[in-house]
């Protein structure tokens, strides 16, 4: 299960948990303006927007989870199981429009998009296929939030096709299918940042006991509708300062307010899913922000401190080992 989310303050952010029971050994990954996308129906790019997000590399090739580009447009992909289904590729020949396979649909769109209007266009001309990676990794079934500081839109491929949806939130989980994730906000109206009237009969009086009791009702649980309306009431609610330090404290609690602690969500017997990660991409600086299960230390990458007119990936391990630091000792 996972979390993505927006935030705007004089920059704007985006980033996303990845909650899992185990790693695929995934890397910060920069993708230079030269490196070589060899598209499976789409051909090849040999020059194109550099990128920076989390990526499994296999073979040589970033599988992106989420990655923002140079021009400040974002994507990440969310497990959509038992929704997501893709389009049979076709021969050259009998279509007119741009096959993309799943695995490389991140890039495919943030080579060649630098807002969300192009990648608008983009998607209202396109196949998005099946094609797997390898024999070894099977196509994922996801859904997709892009993102600019302007505006969010969600993507879905499902059997009755592919759906483009706004999304005036900035928030994306699991299951079910955004409408309905958004239609679930309909049950929380009445909440608030601030402390309840007594409304519930006019021949009692009762009392505000606790602090936060404008948020009661708000879900607490791990599912994926419990974590959409949990962070897009936290992020909607969420204020801090303009600056940098200020906006990625601020947008790593947002996130926090669904971390997933080991334990608390078996998947199989004596397995559990974990936030395995939390990113957070400031999309003016192209500086990628991530912390760790075990690692709370937010860890930065820039990615303009590389050579992005290279023709090669640039990869960081994660710092997965957390440390303390001492005051008295």
């Known amino acids: 299960m996972c979390t993505a989310a ?6 704007f952010y985006m980033g996303r948990t990845l909650d899992y029971e185990f790693s695929y050994g995934e890397q910060i990954t920069i993708t230079p303006r030269n490196y070589e996308f060899d598209f499976r129906f789409a051909g090849k790019i040999k020059s194109h927007y550099a990128l920076i997000g989390m990526a499994f590399v296999a073979e040589g090739y970033p599988l992106y989870y989420d990655a923002v580009n140079e021009k400040g447009l974002g994507m990440a992909g969310l497990n959509f199981v038992g929704n997501a289904a893709y389009e049979e590729a076709l021969p050259e020949d009998e279509t007119e ?4 396979a799943q695995f490389e ?8 998009c630098a807002t969300v209007a192009e990648a608008r266009e983009e998607l209202a001309a396109m196949r998005l296929t099946g094609t797997a990676f390898s024999e070894q990794l099977p196509t994922a079934q996801l859904h997709w939030i892009i993102a600019d500081k302007d505006s969010c839109i969600v993507v879905e491929s499902m059997k009755d096709g592919l759906h483009v949806y706004d999304n005036p939130v900035g928030v994306l989980t699991n299951n079910p299918p955004f409408p309905s994730q958004m239609f679930a906000l309909n049950n929380y109206a009445g909440v608030s940042r601030k402390q309840p009237e007594s409304t519930f009969a006019g021949v009692l009086q009762l009392d505000a006991y606790s602090r936060g009791m404008g948020g009661m009702g708000i879900p607490g649980d791990l599912s994926s509708q419990s974590r959409f309306v949990k962070v897009a009431f936290t992020k909607l609610n969420s204020i801090s300062g303009e600056e940098e330090d200020e906006s990625v404290s601020q947008f790593f609690h947002i996130l926090g307010s669904v971390d997933q602690q080991r334990g608390c969500c078996e998947v199989t017997e004596g397995k ?5 990660y939390t990113s957070c991409c400031n999309t003016a600086k192209g500086i990628y922000y991530y912390t760790t299960y075990d690692n709370h230390q937010i860890t930065a990458v820039d990615m303009h401190a590389e050579n992005l007119d290279s023709d090669q990936l640039i990869c960081y391990p994660l710092l997965s080992k957390g440390e303390v630091r001492w005051q008295n000792k």
């Open 6 to 11: 927006t935030y705007k303050t004089k920059d």
């Open 105 to 112: 649909f991140i890039p495919w769109i943030l080579t060649q």
């Open 97 to 100: 429009v741009s096959q993309v």
């Open 272 to 276: 559990y899913e974990i936030t395995i």
